[in-house]
């Protein structure tokens, strides 16, 4: 069973965290152009918490196969007053971003965990501001930005290719001064991985060989393409986004059981119900009083 992991800054419950998704941003795949206005995205990510996230991940620029790049000033206009206030009323912020400028902003403002999808891969800076303010950090794996990456889904062996690069990855911002026990890992569903291919699917098969590389690791299947494929109709049409998440919690489940210590999702509430079933499973109900929740709620 993989083990427990606790993070600097962040909740440790347990069991499998379920960190909570706000995109403000006009065009991220589910959920783009929903939270857009900072108002709506910070009552949202309050309801999120509410709903049983116990991170809530704010992102200012898309990363859905084909986006383009947002400039620096509009991604900071984008978080900044969302990141801040959500901080402020306690809640456990994760910035998602690939650029130091911004974490370090999001950071100062109260964010507790950098979530970057580029693995340090996009901005050299990254590993330095990340060792320097101690916080915790998801490395993901990454090929490249989103505008190409499909055409990097090239794979021998994707699980062994993504485990090697993980670990090289990881080997090298420890070697920029990064603590490992900051560090996430995250194999990246969905960025340079094809629907078509099975590559996700191979990946979560695999759980057991990323819990092997001795960090914690992050799942983020929610709404993706590939659950959508497995989903398609007899005509062969994929599954939309929008009727995925019963797939996603069943995602997260199987995840939680397998030891990952979160889940990225856009939907709170059936997903922390999940995570709660996965611990009380794992654990044969060992520490559960009759009657009572297997822990407290997480948010505020
Ligand atoms: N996927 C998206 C955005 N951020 N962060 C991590 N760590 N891992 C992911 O797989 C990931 C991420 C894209 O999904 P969205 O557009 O639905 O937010």
């Known amino acids: 069973?993989?083990?427990?992991?606790?993070?600097?800054?962040?909740?440790d419950r347990g069991r499998c965290l379920v960190?909570?998704?706000?995109?403000?941003?006009?065009?991220?795949?589910?959920?783009?152009?929903?939270?857009?206005?900072?108002?709506?995205?910070?009552?949202?990510?309050?309801?999120?918490?509410?709903?049983?996230?116990?991170?809530?991940d704010v992102g200012g620029e898309s990363t859905q196969p084909?986006?383009?790049?947002?400039?620096?000033?509009?991604?900071?206009?984008?978080?900044?007053p969302v990141v801040r206030e959500l901080a402020r009323q306690g809640v456990a912020v994760s910035i998602d971003t690939m650029r130091a400028e911004v974490a370090e902003y999001a950071v100062e403002a109260g964010a507790r965990l950098?979530?970057?999808?580029?693995?340090?891969?996009?901005?050299?800076?990254?590993?330095?501001?990340?060792?320097?303010?101690?916080?915790?950090?998801?490395?993901?794996?990454?090929?490249g930005h989103s505008h190409?990456?499909?055409?990097?889904?090239?794979y021998a062996d994707v699980v062994q290719e993504v485990h090697d690069e993980l670990r090289q990855r990881m080997e090298t911002i420890?070697?920029?001064g990064v603590d490992p026990g900051q560090i996430v890992l995250d194999p990246g569903l969905g960025f340079a991985k094809r629907p078509d291919r099975g590559h996700n699917w191979a990946l979560l098969a695999h759980i057991d060989r990323f819990n092997e590389l001795g960090r914690p690791l992050l799942i983020a299947g929610s709404r993706k393409r590939f659950l959508g494929r497995l989903l398609a109709d007899t005509d062969s049409t994929p599954r939309d986004y929008t009727d995925c998440d019963d797939a996603t919690v069943a995602l997260t489940a199987l995840c939680a059981d397998r030891g990952a210590w979160a889940v990225r999702v856009h939907d709170a509430r059936p997903n922390a119900d999940a995570v709660r079933v996965a611990a009380a499973w794992r654990s044969g109900g060992a520490g559960l009083d009759e009657g009572r929740a297997v822990d407290i709620r997480g948010g505020l």
């Open 66 to 80: 084909g986006a383009q790049r947002v400039s620096r000033d509009e991604e900071l206009r984008r978080i900044g």
């Open 148 to 154: 190409d990456m499909q055409s990097r889904a090239v």
């Open 114 to 143: 950098v979530n970057d999808v580029s693995g340090g891969l996009a901005d050299p800076s990254m590993a330095r501001l990340v060792a320097k303010t101690g916080v915790a950090y998801v490395l993901m794996h990454w090929r």
């Open 19 to 56: 960190m909570g998704v706000v995109n403000v941003t006009p065009d991220s795949f589910s959920d783009g152009g929903s939270w857009f206005d900072p108002k709506e995205a910070i009552e949202h990510g309050l309801r999120l918490a509410e709903d049983g996230a116990d991170i809530i």
């Open 1 to 11: 069973m993989a083990p427990m992991h606790r993070l600097p800054g962040l909740p």
């Open 174 to 176: 420890v070697d920029e």
